[in-house]
């Protein structure tokens, strides 16, 4: 019988060395993910391997090019792991390289052409005798995750299976499939902590700052850095509707059209500027720090960002758009049009500051019931293509692709903030009040 302080027992499994990746962008508390999972192996004696740099080595491996250790993995030990859970950064490193690029549907994987780099990480892994695979990400690595998973059952008979498991990552929050990803939370009271230092600022100067936080595709960072920073509005995708919203014909580079929702820009702008007008009529404050979402930018109409790149994702490169620079520029001109005065709006970008932070204690708990998540999900459960998740307090759940990726697509859903949703309220309920 077993009490309260035993340890948990030896598992028997046919895994003797599992791979560890991360991929995307940082986030806080991604060693304690790394460490934990790492840690849960090496007590049941089977081997760790970090692949570096994400999928940049294996993506590229060949027979003529060898993974090398230190180079392109490192092997994971007890040492290596000392007091890591709380550290800064990524050990293993990360990079955004896309192994299923060019995999745009299930048919996509008999081409041998396409599935190509789905081959090579596959070849690349077994070189080096892994037998299970973890993927950390955010929803693009997931996708790649279900691809390899995919790929594999093309393989000729016979050939050994990588299980993989997935652990989901992003500060943006906008994960389906759990309640909320590691990082977040730090994240937000970093950007937070900005935001009120800003405010201090503003209100020294009776002016206003316009900051662009991240959150590509839905606002939770936005949000929660407003409604933690106190600032006096906030704008993301989720409000983009009704007036503030339009259909435009966008022109892509193969020739073809297509109707695409746009914002109004002067519209978004007047909104601001309310915000001002009302601060400083009603409430006696001449200062303020307003919040923007970068995946604003993903509206924003055709002339503002012509010409501008996008990654192996498609995703169009926020940090080249300048979307505050721009709405600073609009708000100041709108308000001398309005009031006859000047209105000095200074504009700056949030988050890099957020994604490398020294992680909260909620942060570490919730990264590192990830990383033995994997462990048993892997080891205790024997289960393949799954995302751990979390809820409650801290249980375990292991959420299969299929629920969280389009199996005739191989597409994710985007977990929005829900309109009308009580988080969603809580935001519009504390900003300054303006009667639409």
Known sequence: ????????????????????????????????????????FLRNDIEV???????????????????????????????????????Q?????????????????????????????????????????????ISIGGDDTLKTANKFQRFQAHLPE????????HLPKTIDNDYMGIDFTFGYFTAVDTLATEVRNLLADAEANNSYFLAETMGR??????????IAGEASLVISVEDITGGLREMQTVTHEDGTTSE???????????????????????????????????????FLPQKYIAGIERDDFGHIAISKVNLSGIFARLVSEEYKAQFGREKKVTPLQLGYEARCARPNAFDVMLGSQLGVGAY????????????VSVSGQLDLNYVPFDKLVDPATLVTVVRY??????????VRFLESHVND
């Open 1 to 40: 019988m077993t009490n309260a302080l035993s340890s948990p027992p030896h598992a028997d499994t046919h895994i003797r060395r599992v791979a560890i990746l991360f991929s995307g962008g940082p986030a806080p508390a991604a060693n304690a993910v790394i460490s934990t999972a790492a840690v849960s």
């Open 49 to 87: 391997v970090g692949v570096l740099q994400g999928y940049s080595s294996l993506i590229n491996y060949t027979a003529e090019k060898p993974l090398v250790q230190e180079q392109d993995y490192v092997m994971i030990t007890h040492r290596l792991l000392k007091r890591t859970r709380n550290s």
């Open 89 to 133: 950064g990524i050990m293993i490193g990360t990079a955004r390289a896309n192994p299923g690029k060019l995999i745009g549907g299930p048919e996509d994987l008999d081409d041998p052409e396409k599935s190509a780099p789905l081959k090579r990480v596959y070849e690349g892994l077994r070189s080096i005798g892994v037998d299970a695979l």
């Open 158 to 165: 016979g050939s050994p299976r990588i299980p993989v498991v």
């Open 217 to 226: 595709s839905a606002g939770w960072l936005a949000y929660g850095a407003a």
């Open 260 to 298: 695409t929702p746009k914002m109004k820009v002067s519209e978004v702008v007047k909104r601001i500027v309310a915000t001002i007008r009302v601060r400083e009529q009603r409430e006696g404050k001449r200062y303020g720090v307003i919040v923007l979402a970068e995946g604003l930018a993903e």
């Open 376 to 387: 048993r999900a892997l080891v205790e459960e024997g289960l393949d293509g799954v995302m």
């Open 417 to 426: 903030v829900k309109p009308d949703c009580d988080f969603h309220r809580l």
